[in-house]
């Protein structure tokens, strides 16, 4: 009987030892309950020292680099999904009902600030829609979607998410939007930082459907994303989001430590990587403290391992831990499209320009193997989320050289460049420094820049076009370029009026010493259009005066060349003298554009038809300020109708428009007691060319 009581404590023992293992803690567990009451002491012994063991392993796991996944911003990215869904429930319900709704408009546009969770909240709003089947396109990825919607054996209801909507295509974005609203049961979900000019000019991008487009974007389908999550406090979220995070990397949940003074709207993605950095440790710097900074700090183990595993040289070493900060900032502000133009960015990183044709391969390699790209194709996936990438992209810049960001920015192409401004115009929110930089971009390479704001200037009302006009106004430009870029500036364009406007000034000054040819007559032409969208208009009349002295004078002399070319300026000076009140002269002077276009297409009608139906109509408009309502003026905008009505027949799509509107003229001179006198139509053309033309 002695033996018992040892045996059954050696049994005990063993069970708390070998970390409760099923069997031995049943024989234990049984017999100790008959005669625990022998072995109170060893069991209590032995007890604490396993829990003094596990103190000690959590001590030592603490102390330790934690084993991170294999990149911690990843861990905050909105795919990867790591803290659960919370809130957004007055949202969810809006977009429920929008869905059930059959009579609701297929467009809804989520708007808000970087890192508010839009992202996020489209796709757990994708995920729970039960029924429906969810299409997230991927940019460039338009067209084919548009055309799915319409092929055959089509799910029956289906959602689409546009993430970044206002950086897409605005033509095929527009078309997707027309094509949706045409099938049954489909819903379009855009997401954008704003609702801005990109967003209420897009049906210009679509000019055939653009009644569709405008009833589409209207602010009613506009909804705003707050920072502020109602159902959670700040505290809380950063709470749940810490024991998620700890879960991921498999270590124990850091105790709540208060976070006062965090400002309820504090955007999402700013909680999240503050409960990510409490869960990694770390010191959290002095009163300049910045949580994504700090984020950024610890994702640097990352590239220094990736480093090491790819052979990259000196990997691990300080030196090359600062060319490889630089060089994911430089591949978030500019990206690259192929292995090619990633090989470019390369070089342009502060310390790899003389590196070898080898060593770039091996950055390159680096770089793709890194972060995966979003889309098809061979293009560079780059760090996120956006708001991590802007913060370093913006940092690197302000640590580098003038002579060293001259070198990262010049030379782009013209994507790249498009690239660069948006990141830096979207940090102007929580990046004071980026206004600098924005200034020091646009003046490196002018016209790659100008060419670029005219690609993504929408976005940023007012911030980048002011700028790239005061840019034009003091500097050496070729004037072909200017000529050639200021065409494709749409007209009219609130944003781009004046940018036109410099290009056309730009182009004028380097035509000057041929005073009476026909270019710089064409010029003048397109100047004076640009004047008057921008309010000059005394000055348009004469520049407008000029190029019709000049197409004149060369009528004078060679008729069958130059003839068209002084009807086009005719029409266009009519258009200029009615936006100064002179509508007498006005009217002459289109009535005689009108007489040369008629002679031009009684020899040629298919090239002049579309003219001179544009020049009657211009009679007509001219005639309603003035109250004129003569046979001979009814009987020319009657003609020019059924122009429009032969064209139409033809190309509907091109003249139907242009047909109602000259119908709607004319039937208000009709009207006798109408009393209305609506703004000129100006300018009109069938086609934009220099040889006729009644715009640029």
Not at 421 to 446: C, K, N, Y
């Amino acid at each position: 009987m002695v033996l018992l009581p040892a045996a059954v404590a050696a049994a005990a023992v063993w069970a708390l030892v070998s970390d409760d293992k099923l069997g031995w803690t049943a024989v234990a567990g049984v017999t100790a309950a008959v005669v625990g009451a022998f072995a109170p002491s060893v069991l209590d012994r032995v007890r604490a020292a396993r829990e003094r063991r596990e103190q000690r392993n959590r001590t030592v796991a603490e102390a330790l680099v934690a084993e991170l996944p294999e990149s911690v911003v990843w861990l905050l990215h909105p795919q990867a999904a790591v803290v659960g869904f919370v809130g957004r429930g007055w949202l969810l319900r809006a977009l429920d009902g929008w869905c059930a709704d059959p009579r609701a408009s297929v467009v809804r546009l989520l708007v808000g600030a970087g890192g508010v969770g839009k992202t996020r909240l489209g796709r757990h709003f994708a995920g729970r829609l039960a029924g429906w089947t969810w299409w997230p396109v991927a940019p460039g990825g338009e067209p084919k979607i548009a055309e799915a919607l319409t092929a055959d054996g089509r799910p029956g209801r289906v959602l689409l998410t546009v993430d970044y909507a206002e950086t897409r295509d605005p033509q095929a974005l527009a078309r997707l939007l027309c094509t949706a609203q045409r099938a049954d049961g489909v819903r379009v979900l855009l997401l954008a930082r704003s609702a801005g000019l990109w967003w209420s000019s897009l049906s210009a991008a679509y000019p055939s459907q653009a009644h569709l487009v405008d009833a589409l974007t209207v602010q009613a389908n506009v909804i705003e994303v707050p920072a502020r999550i109602e159902e959670r406090t700040p505290q809380q979220i950063v709470n749940e989001a810490a024991v998620a995070f700890a879960e991921r990397l498999g270590r124990r949940p850091p105790d709540e430590a208060p976070l006062g003074g965090l400002d309820p709207d504090v955007p999402v993605l700013r909680l999240h990587a503050e409960a990510l950095l409490a869960v990694l440790g770390g010191p959290r710097g002095d009163d300049r403290y910045d949580v994504l900074a700090e984020v950024l700090g610890h994702e640097a183990r990352y590239w220094r391992h990736r480093a090491g595993r790819d052979g990259l040289p000196g990997a691990g070493e300080p030196a090359t831990d600062v060319v490889l900060r630089r060089l994911v900032a430089v591949a978030a502000l500019l990206g690259a499209e192929d292995r090619e133009q990633a090989a470019e960015l390369v070089r342009r990183v502060p310390g790899l320009g003389e590196a070898s044709p080898e060593v770039v391969d091996r950055y390159v390699g680096w770089l793709y193997g890194l972060y995966p790209a979003a889309g098809a194709g061979d293009g560079l996936g780059t760090l996120q989320p956006d708001l991590l990438a802007e913060d370093l992209a913006v940092a690197v810049l302000r640590e580098s050289t003038a002579a060293q960001r001259r070198g990262i920015l010049h030379g782009l192409a013209v994507g790249q460049a498009g690239r660069a401004l948006t990141v830096l115009s979207r940090a102007r929110s929580h990046q004071p420094d980026a206004e600098t930089m924005i200034d020091e971009a646009l003046a490196t390479d002018l016209p790659v820049m100008t060419e670029a704001v005219l690609q993504i200037g929408l976005q940023f009302p007012q911030v980048l076009a002011p700028r790239v006009v005061a840019l034009l106004a003091a500097a050496e430009i070729d004037p072909e370029w200017a000529r050639r870029t200021e065409r494709r500036v749409p007209y009219p364009s609130i944003e781009f009026g004046r940018l036109a406007l410099a290009l056309t000034t730009q182009a004028l000054h380097g035509a000057a010493r041929t005073s009476e040819s026909t270019d710089r007559a064409s010029l003048l032409i397109s100047h004076a259009v640009r004047l008057s969208e921008v309010g000059r208009r005394a000055d348009a009349l004469q520049a407008s005066q000029e190029a019709g002295d000049i197409y004149r004078k060369l009528a004078t002399n060679n008729p069958d060349t130059y003839l068209p070319h002084l009807a086009g300026s005719m029409n266009n000076h009519a258009l200029r003298l009615a936006e100064l009140g002179r509508h007498a002269d006005a009217l002459q002077t289109s009535q005689e554009a009108g007489d040369l276009y008629r002679k031009l297409a009684t020899n040629n009608p298919d090239t002049y038809l579309p003219h001179l139906a544009n020049s009657l109509w211009n009679v007509g408009d001219v005639a309603r300020f003035l109250g004129e309502r003569s046979d001979q003026i009814l009987e020319a905008v009657a003609e020019g109708v059924r122009y429009f009505e032969e064209l139409a027949a033809a190309e509907p799509e091109a003249f139907s428009a242009r047909r109602d509107a000259a119908a709607a003229t004319l039937a208000e001179l009709k009207d006798s007691s109408t009393g209305q006198h609506p703004q000129l139509t100006s300018p009109r053309s069938p086609q934009a060319d220099d040889a006729a033309t009644d715009a640029p």
